[in-house]
């Protein structure tokens, strides 16, 4: 799951993939001013809440402030904390326009290339990711973070542990995420 977010420009335009992508994202570095954003204390006993952060990392950033819980409730969650089916709707509900990744299409070149596209044209990504292969293993991914940069061949992330971290992009041109009922 991966969906750019921006403030709406006007009536509101389909979600579908632009028919070019965005040149600057050939760009060697850009990276979006957005401090990592940890979980709310006040979440529900068990649950993570990485998306709600990580969605509200990227509101704040068009100047829309919703507390975690205000973000949960707008995406009218089946579970204590957000899943990928429920953060587009989180968001939508939020007001904002978005923009999501077809992961039925998934290349990971591809991939790489519209989530550069996206923070060139200053949008961050929330996006998931799998970092505890060995837990829930039918989960496709297991973590959501927000993509905010991007440096060489690596995407810089905002955890939502109060860290940022970098992965090579290039590495894994020939994986396939999984898409997880996460």
């Keep these: 799951m991966s969906v750019a977010a921006k403030q709406p420009a ?3 335009q389909a979600d579908r993939l632009p028919a070019t992508i ?13 401090p990592d ?16 952060s990580a969605t509200q990392g990227a509101l704040l950033f068009h100047g829309a402030y919703f507390f975690q819980k205000a973000i949960n409730q ?23 326009d978005i923009q999501a990744w077809p992961w039925r299409t998934v290349k990971m070149p591809l991939f790489t290339q519209w989530l550069r596209g996206r923070i060139a044209s200053s949008v961050p990504v929330v996006t998931g990711m799998k970092i505890y ?45 999984r898409r997880g009922s996460r």
Excluded at 22 to 34: C, G, P, Q
Excluded at 75 to 92: F, V
Excluded at 144 to 169: E, K, M
């Design 74 to 96: 707008a995406g009218k969650p089946q579970h204590g904390d957000l899943y990928a089916n429920e953060i587009p709707t989180a968001l939508r509900n939020l007001g904002m």
């Design 22 to 34: 965005d040149r600057s994202a050939t760009a060697k570095k850009h990276l979006l001013n957005i």
């Design 133 to 177: 292969p060995t837990k829930h293993p039918s989960w496709g991914l297991d973590h959501f973070v927000l993509a905010i940069g991007f440096q060489g061949d690596s995407v810089v992330f905002n955890t939502t542990w109060q860290l940022q971290q970098t992965f090579r992009s290039h590495r894994s041109s020939s994986s396939r995420p």
């Design 37 to 52: 954003r940890k979980h709310a204390m006040n979440r529900p006993k068990g649950v993570g809440w990485c998306g709600e």
């Design 10 to 12: 006007g009536p509101r």
